[in-house]
């Protein structure tokens, strides 16, 4: 993949010519709701077979829609796409034997957590005996001990993922898509199902596809992401390659002295605006609150820094924090999905505050990334 | 039970699911009540008459009426079957498994006839201490399953429509009560239609395919020297072909059923 004019295309060289070794392979996805807007726009990527692929992005990036292609829920309106070697459009039926789903929405039988996962299994076909020890052992292992005999629609939102995700692991499977899987989810049983994942991914080669707002996740989980926005492929490489190909910037975190928050003069604008004057490599990704502290991203932290200081003594402001932390994904997704127009483009979305643009482009040409690492 | 065909794993779903106590009450326990506060009721002022050459009690009569109502029930079952799967996100995940909209499809229609089959044999067990003259023959036996069975397909075709076309949850309900009023009430499943009655009732009844189910159990249910007296065999072919058209008209709607509801 190459970057050029803010956009990435991709080189596709040889590899649709093999996408039976690809557990999903896209080519030139889009899809259409009413035949007019595209809420999904040429988007191209493979994943490999036991791979774990993350699939972010901000509400309404297209997400959802392609994991509903991707599971033959809906038809795709344009576009080439591969499941395990099958073809999307003519092997629905072959493909879903061989996947299993936990989609965004929450879904069950009017029944216990017990006979949900029984009667799952019941459809997949596996035999009583199988799917009675099969449904032990989930219920212990996603902690349902002391729900097991109470009807799903009574359980906590935490709960109510927990079965479903854990109600998928009741068949096997080589292809897993995950939407959301964790929301509602406390820290704990967060990391539970996430090891879960990692270990059915790297001990039995599951394939995982998942799509999830919390990018501390992905980084801990995924081989790989995938950034949409506005329908389209926005970044797509390892979560290390893109941290350093984004992050030839740094982040630096600055807090200046809390009583200038309550102050009537708009000081960190004051201060942001001067800064510009002296130093044009910086981007303002994280406008402070409270309690987090305003974060620069610049290729050149050190001159950043002098800048700040001289910047602080000038307009006789206190810093009370000055940190430069290693780009983390998420400045990565801030990077990858920040709107290429103004500050103003964003004000108007109401994301004014997460990120505004002062100098995108000179952060943006640092580099490539490929479609297949 | 693993190698059973999609749509009968999903029919033996269904009903497991949608067998709960108060689905029950509401399938099996309207059709038991009526069964028994009108059986009751009116079997005191009710005088026997004839049809056909037959002569009915009241009871006898009425047990007809309740089997082939009870089509109607198992139908509103398999509209709510539908309508709680897209409610509650089952619909799209039984679609994301290996199975075919028209299997999903098989498996309602497939447990509203077993519901209506069930529920039937049941209310029979009820109305035989009651009095009602039951009169089992192989021709009998046919017209009785037969009716029932397209009884139950063309009830929940259309409680599949209504439910493929209806979100809210009271609009569902609400068009529900309307049409099993209808439907039960303008017909003869509980009381001869003849020339005194209303001619508008009188055309409802006539169009109104429970009129032609209940005909098809009653015919099943005297002597079989009585079977043709009874039911035309016309009647038999206007119920085929409702239930053919509504099925076609539901399976139409239903293809384009969008897979999340919310």
């Known amino acids: ?373 | 039970m693993s190698s059973l065909p999609n749509s009968v794993r999903l029919a033996w779903r269904n009903l497991r699911v949608n067998t709960d106590p108060a689905s029950l009450v509401v399938i099996l326990g309207l059709p038991a009540m009526y069964l028994v506060f009108m059986g009751t009721m009116y079997v005191s002022i009710i005088p026997p008459f004839s049809i056909g050459g037959f002569e009915f009690s009241y009871a006898s009569y009425l047990i007809g009426g309740i089997l082939a109502f009870e089509s109607v029930m198992a139908g509103t079952m398999g509209g709510s079957m539908l309508w709680a799967d897209r409610r509650f996100g089952m619909f799209s995940q039984i679609l994301s498994l290996p199975f075919t909209r028209t299997q999903y499809l098989g498996g309602v229609i497939l447990a509203t006839v077993a519901a209506s089959l069930a529920g039937s044999l049941a209310l029979v067990a009820i109305a035989i201490p009651m009095g009602s003259s039951i009169h089992v023959s192989p021709v009998g036996l046919v017209s009785v399953i037969g009716s029932l069975i397209l009884g139950g397909i063309f009830f929940c075709s259309l409680m599949l429509f209504v439910a493929a076309k209806v979100d809210s949850n009271n609009a569902y309900n609400s068009i529900q009560i309307v049409i099993i009023f209808i439907v039960s009430f303008v017909s003869d499943a509980y009381y001869p239609i003849n020339l005194r009655t209303p001619l508008p009732l009188r055309i409802i009844s006539y169009l109104n395919p429970l009129t032609y189910v209940a005909d098809g159990v009653r015919a099943g249910l005297v002597p079989s020297s009585n079977f043709f007296a009874i039911l035309n065999p016309i009647e038999t072919l206007v119920l085929l072909v409702e239930t053919i058209v509504m099925f076609l008209v539901a399976y139409r709607t239903y293809a384009n059923v969008k897979i999340n509801m919310t």
């Open chain 1, 1 to 373: 993949m190459q970057i050029a004019d803010g956009k990435e295309t991709y080189s596709k060289g040889g590899e649709d010519s093999n996408a039976q070794s690809f557990a999903i392979s896209i080519e030139n996805l889009s899809h259409s709701y009413d035949g007019k807007k595209y809420v999904i726009s040429d988007v191209s990527f493979n994943v490999n077979r036991g791979e774990i692929f993350g699939l972010l992005g901000p509400n309404g990036a297209g997400k959802t829609t392609t994991i509903k292609i991707l599971t033959t829920l809906i038809q795709p309106s344009k576009g080439n796409v591969k499941i395990l070697g099958f073809d999307l459009r003519k092997d629905g039926m072959k493909i879903r034997r061989r996947i299993g789903v936990v989609q965004q929405d929450s879904s069950f039988d009017f029944a216990t957590v017990r006979q949900n996962l029984d009667l799952y299994g019941f459809l997949w076909g596996i035999p009583k005996e199988e799917r009675t020890k099969r449904s032990i052992e989930l219920i212990k292992m996603f902690g349902l001990e002391e729900v097991a005999n109470q009807r799903a629609f009574d359980l906590s939102g935490g709960q109510q993922r927990r079965l479903q995700v854990a109600r998928e692991f009741i068949h096997d499977m080589d292809l897993l898509f995950l939407d959301e899987p964790t929301v509602g989810l406390d820290p704990l049983m967060r990391r539970r199902i996430l090891d879960l994942l990692k270990e059915k991914a790297r001990k039995e080669g599951l394939t995982i596809l998942f799509t999830t707002h919390n990018l501390e996740e992905a980084d801990y989980l995924c081989d790989r992401v995938a950034i949409m926005d506005k329908g389209r492929l926005q970044a797509l490489d390892t979560v290390e390659r893109l941290k350093r190909i984004y992050g030839g910037t740094k982040a630096i975190e600055v807090i200046l002295a809390s009583s200038v928050l309550n102050s009537e003069i708009p000081i960190y604008d004051n201060f942001f605006r001067k800064l510009r004057e002296v130093q044009v490599d910086v981007e303002v990704s994280k406008q402070p609150t409270d309690s987090e502290p305003a974060v620069i991203v610049s290729k050149h932290p050190e001159k950043v820094i002098e800048a700040i200081i001289s910047v602080a003594n000038e307009q006789r402001v206190k810093i009370e924090w000055l940190n430069v932390r290693k780009s983390t994904l998420e400045d990565v997704f801030i990077e990858a999905v920040a709107p290429s127009g103004s500050s103003e483009e964003v004000s108007s979305q109401g994301n004014a505050k997460e990120s505004t643009t002062i100098a995108k482009s000179s952060t943006q040409g640092g580099g490539g990334t490929s479609a297949n690492s």
